[in-house]
């Protein structure tokens, strides 16, 4: 009888209980969250867990404000250089005529990607310059919201994402980059969301290559050169799957073919222009400078040894760079549990060790400048490693991420002792300003003068949209008397037609540091090579030309003047 009730008692119990295990589960759990928070300080409730990264939402607009108010200052300067030169004309034309074909400047080979968005762009907001560099910054923080998931894909850590971020932003080429509209910084976004899908995490088979695929094909519509890292990539896939399984060889292949999609849109861009210009890469003077003419072996090893500075030195690099090979030297740090701390993954760091090598070796034979921007996805990789060897290694490893950011900020207002290009940090902002004063004083005091100059200021007296004048232009391009720079040979030339020109805007064409006791390279070899030249000072153009300075201002290694000449016979417009 008792068994029996108890029987009886027991089977409603059973039958219920797989319905009521849920609700009963929420219930355990809710109560243990509720005993957890009484016992728990007001602070430490806030604070949320340091493993637990936060969501890419949350993300962007805090590295979008970040980025938006280190870079106020720098928002309505007009365009510098490349910019004025190529991508802002090429945008402009797409923007007023429709053309993917740039109309008012050189045909190049660059893929059209950054004119649509630019004129996108213009078309909701304006055609202004805060425009442009707003749109820009916005490419930008896309590709630091890229390096917070790579860091936290390979290392997990949410820490070493936020110091991988900061330091990438905070690096001097990024930091100037982030408002340039070069089409450096769209591809280098793109292609670091690609490698977020291709690089392996310590999961195995954890990568998503169809979005890596559509992410590099992305990059490779912004410029052309992004198809060199899938290209590494594809290179890396079939030498590590040769000689392997025929599973692994398989996947190999799928990978290297995933990779390889970049290529198609790219084809596809080269042969419309092949249609419209008869031409697959751009104009014969175009290929020439960044390409026939770099394929000189004394050229590629002085080149390449420019790469590696770049890379692993330039712009205080070296700080992380050595402080990750003095932390090598020590043992890993261990966890309270004894247990060694998360790294990036071998298969990972050799995929890193292939993109940076191949874009290295690439970058010196294409390009006929050697200019850092070409480089830009490549930094946060390294920085990346240099992080993770920190936390790895050190135990107080933040105060080297510290060190490492205070030398980005003392290069990014501080020149280094040797020739760069300008827009490597802020001094591009003090050229812009430069050139700003100095042409608003030749406007003011000879408007109707034929004026001597060279590129880009030829361009910036003549081209309301560049920023510098206000439309109407103050002169037509038949008022300006152009040199290629302001060496003693065109300065000769110039003298040998004193009529052609009654004022004259000269400028520093080349950054002029402090001599250092020793080159990287012959002076021969960089004059050759490298498109080293010494203009004459502002003093001895004057002499040369028989003219009067009227107006001249010098900001360290870069100066600006205006030469007056007065001559019996003023030159004829």
């Given at each position: 009888m008792t068994h029996s009730s108890a029987s009886q008692s027991n089977e409603p119990k059973h039958a219920s209980e797989p319905a009521l295990r849920p609700i009963l589960s929420a219930f355990s759990r809710l109560r243990r969250l509720l005993t957890l928070r009484r016992n728990t300080p007001q602070l430490l409730r806030l604070a949320p867990s340091p493993n637990v990264p936060m969501p890419l939402w949350m993300i962007?607009?805090?590295?979008?404000?970040?980025?938006?108010?280190?870079?106020?200052?720098?928002?309505?300067?007009?365009?510098?250089?490349?910019?004025?030169?190529?991508?802002i004309p090429a945008a402009w034309d797409f923007f007023r005529t429709g053309s993917l074909i740039p109309v008012t400047t050189a045909v190049s080979a660059h893929p059209p990607l950054e004119s649509i968005y630019l004129a996108l762009w213009w078309r909701v907001c304006g055609f202004y310059p805060f425009v442009t560099r707003e749109a820009v910054l916005i490419v930008a923080s896309v590709g630091l919201l890229a390096v917070w998931r790579l860091a936290i894909r390979l290392n997990g850590n949410p820490l070493v994402a936020f110091w991988t971020v900061l330091l990438t932003g905070l690096y001097p080429i990024w930091f100037a980059q982030s408002?340039?509209?070069?089409?450096?910084?769209?591809?280098?976004?793109?292609?670091?969301?690609?490698?977020?899908?291709?690089?392996?995490?310590?999961?195995?088979?954890?990568?998503?290559?169809?979005?890596?695929?559509?992410?590099?094909?992305?990059?490779?519509?912004?410029?052309?050169?992004?198809?060199?890292?899938?290209?590494?990539?594809?290179?890396?896939?079939?030498?590590?799957?040769?000689?392997?399984?025929?599973?692994?060889?398989?996947?190999?292949?799928?990978?290297?073919?995933?990779?390889?999609?970049?290529?198609?849109?790219?084809?596809?861009?080269?042969?419309?222009?092949?249609?419209?210009?008869?031409?697959?890469?751009?104009?014969?003077?175009?290929?020439?400078?960044?390409?026939?003419?770099?394929?000189?072996?004394?050229?590629?090893?002085?080149?390449?040894?420019?790469?590696?500075?770049?890379?692993?030195?330039?712009?205080?690099?070296?700080?992380?760079?050595?402080?990750?090979?003095?932390?090598?030297?020590?043992?890993?740090?261990?966890?309270?549990?004894?247990?060694?701390?998360?790294?990036?993954?071998?298969?990972?760091?050799?995929?890193?060790?292939?993109?940076?090598?191949?874009?290295?070796?690439?970058?010196?034979?294409?390009?006929?400048?050697?200019?850092?921007?070409?480089?830009?996805?490549?930094?946060?990789?390294?920085?990346?490693?240099?992080?993770?060897?920190?936390?790895?290694?050190?135990?107080?490893?933040?105060?080297?991420?510290?060190?490492?950011?205070?030398?980005?900020?003392?290069?990014?207002?501080?020149?280094?002792?040797?020739?760069?290009?300008?827009?490597?940090?802020?001094?591009?902002?003090?050229?812009?300003?430069?050139?700003?004063?100095?042409?608003?004083?030749?406007?003011?005091?000879?408007?109707?003068?034929?004026?001597?100059?060279?590129?880009?200021?030829?361009?910036?007296?003549?081209?309301?949209?560049?920023?510098?004048?206000?439309?109407?232009?103050?002169?037509?391009?038949?008022?300006?008397?152009?040199?290629?720079?302001?060496?003693?040979a065109q300065i000769n030339k110039a003298a040998q037609n004193p009529g052609e020109f009654s004022t004259a805007l000269v400028f520093s064409t080349k950054n002029e540091p402090a001599s250092l006791p020793f080159h990287l390279n012959s002076p021969a070899v960089e004059t050759e090579y490298f498109g080293l030249h010494r203009d004459l000072t502002p003093v001895e153009i004057a002499k040369q030309l028989e003219g009067d300075i009227v107006w001249r201002q010098s900001d360290g290694a870069e100066w600006a003047a205006v030469i007056r000449f007065h001559r019996a016979v003023e030159a004829q417009r």
């Open positions: 962007f607009p805090v590295i979008f404000a970040a980025l938006y108010l280190t870079h106020w200052s720098l928002l309505r300067l007009p365009y510098y250089w490349d910019e004025a030169g190529y991508y408002t340039l509209a070069h089409a450096d910084i769209f591809a280098a976004s793109a292609t670091l969301w690609a490698l977020v899908y291709a690089l392996p995490d310590q999961r195995p088979g954890n990568r998503q290559i169809w979005l890596a695929a559509l992410w590099f094909s992305i990059a490779a519509l912004a410029k052309e050169t992004a198809v060199i890292t899938p290209m590494a990539l594809v290179a890396f896939e079939l030498t590590s799957g040769f000689r392997k399984t025929k599973a692994i060889r398989r996947h190999s292949y799928l990978l290297a073919a995933a990779y390889s999609f970049c290529l198609l849109p790219l084809a596809a861009w080269f042969v419309y222009m092949h249609v419209r210009t008869g031409t697959y890469l751009g104009a014969p003077g175009f290929i020439s400078y960044n390409a026939t003419n770099t394929l000189t072996p004394l050229r590629f090893f002085a080149a390449f040894g420019h790469r590696l500075l770049h890379l692993f030195a330039h712009m205080n690099m070296f700080v992380p760079v050595l402080c990750t090979i003095a932390a090598m030297l020590l043992d890993p740090v261990r966890d309270q549990n004894g247990n060694l701390l998360v790294r990036i993954s071998f298969p990972a760091q050799a995929r890193i060790c292939a993109v940076l090598l191949a874009n290295a070796l690439a970058f010196s034979v294409l390009g006929g400048a050697l200019l850092t921007r070409y480089l830009l996805p490549l930094y946060p990789l390294i920085l990346l490693v240099a992080v993770s060897t920190f936390h790895r290694r050190v135990r107080y490893w933040q105060l080297l991420a510290v060190f490492s950011a205070a030398a980005f900020l003392v290069a990014l207002f501080i020149d280094p002792p040797y020739g760069f290009a300008p827009e490597d940090n802020l001094a591009y902002a003090r050229v812009v300003r430069l050139h700003q004063r100095a042409i608003h004083e030749l406007v003011a005091r000879y408007p109707g003068s034929t004026v001597l100059t060279a590129w880009p200021v030829s361009d910036e007296l003549t081209r309301p949209e560049l920023g510098y004048v206000k439309a109407p232009a103050p002169f037509t391009p038949s008022d300006i008397a152009r040199l290629e720079d302001f060496t003693a």
